[in-house]
């Protein structure tokens, strides 16, 4: 992608816009538990998270490109981060921050919504109860690298995804092949079982998402409508 | 088991303490059982006594209970124990350094007991939190609402016959295909 031809250094846009969007996120910290502590010290100086470029938090969701799920989220407490991410201007990012976010962590009961993921699409899940500062930054870079090569999303689908459908079904369904002899029954909850029974694959309209993104080249909306027409 | 941790025989051997001795002469009727376990005492009231004992504790000057301390309910569901609920209250009083608690029995059908809220002002926000998690309805409170669950809600989550998974989400729910439980291969 990037050749010197003397002095000149060429590339693609898509590329340098990536680059710029991948250390200037905005971030909107929706704190509610006690992962916010570790997600303060990672953004303080010891851990210092301006130095990837993600220094700011905005607290007002419209100008912030990341969410930041940080905490339990209850269902009471659901409409409201709805509310949030549909304030977000595309492109936006989602990451659900620890346990509890990403899964309802041991609150497995009347109150807790279980996962983020089933309210809305969530781009990168940091695991830890809570989290350490340094799995915080290991995510944040992850994020980066999504940004970069993938670019912007949008339902958690890159266009990228979208391009290449078929190849990204396949890879999809070997990535979660299980082999026979492996398959459990999964007791807590039934609905998860589909997925580790043979024959399972990936619906293709899973994939099939049609992007919004700020900019469109030509060639991606003549791609996007020959899609469509499929 | 010693004969201090079972509670059953602390009840039947311990002697009726001061407070319980008071309010026995005070309220002859009220009072149906009563144990005391290393100075701090329990009294069970009749539910019909109970507003009066409650004035009666805070006001005169032998108890002075200025503080209602906690408020909350017990189901007996799975104890196999009737009458099913048990309302229980925790008192304090700062001007004789001393605790008190109350209990009062309450049937499934008739789960009313009077509020106490003009008595002691913290007991507000109590009786609804109560009543959320319980289902007890507090007659007389000015303000008997869910606290800290939603409107939408439906049942009372506390209870032991409410799904210990159940949910109501406010929002539509997009199903997730995966899930690990953690090391539970069976």
Known sequence: MDTDYGGFKTTTFDSVVNWSRKFSLFQYPFVTACCGMEYMAAACSHYDISRFGAEIPRFSPRQADVLWVVGTITHKMSPILKTIYDQMADPKWVIAFGACASSGGFYQNYSVLQGIDRLIPVDLYIAGCPPRPEAVLDGLMELQNSIQYDGPKANGITPTAIRHKDQKVDQLNRYFEIPKKDVFENQQNPKSNRLSKPGFSYADDFINVSPHIGYDSPKMQKDKAALKEE | ?186
């Open chain 2, 1 to 186: 088991m010693s004969e201090e941790i079972s509670t059953k025989e602390t009840e039947v051997i311990s002697e009726a303490g001061e407070l319980t001795t008071l309010l026995q002469e005070e309220f002859p009727d009220a009072v149906s059982g009563f144990h005391a376990h290393r100075g701090d005492e329990t009294v069970v009231i009749e539910r019909d006594a109970f507003e009066a004992v409650c004035r009666f504790l805070r006001d005169d000057l032998r108890c002075s209970f200025e503080i209602m301390m906690d408020l909350t309910a017990v189901d007996r569901l799975e104890m196999k124990e009737t009458p099913r609920f048990e309302m229980v209250y925790h008192f304090k009083s700062l001007t004789h350094a001393r605790r008190l608690r109350i209990k009062v029995l309450l049937t499934e059908e008739d789960c009313k007991i009077d509020s106490i809220h003009h008595l002691w002002k913290a007991v507000d926000w109590y009786e609804r939190e109560c009543y959320d998690m319980f289902g007890i309805h507090f007659e007389g409170h000015p303000d008997l609402r869910r606290l800290l669950m939603y409107d939408e809600f439906e049942g009372h989550p506390l209870r032991k016959d409410y799904p210990i998974d159940k949910q109501q989400p406010l929002l539509e729910l997009k199903e997730v295909e995966e899930r690990h439980t953690y090391g539970r291969h069976t």
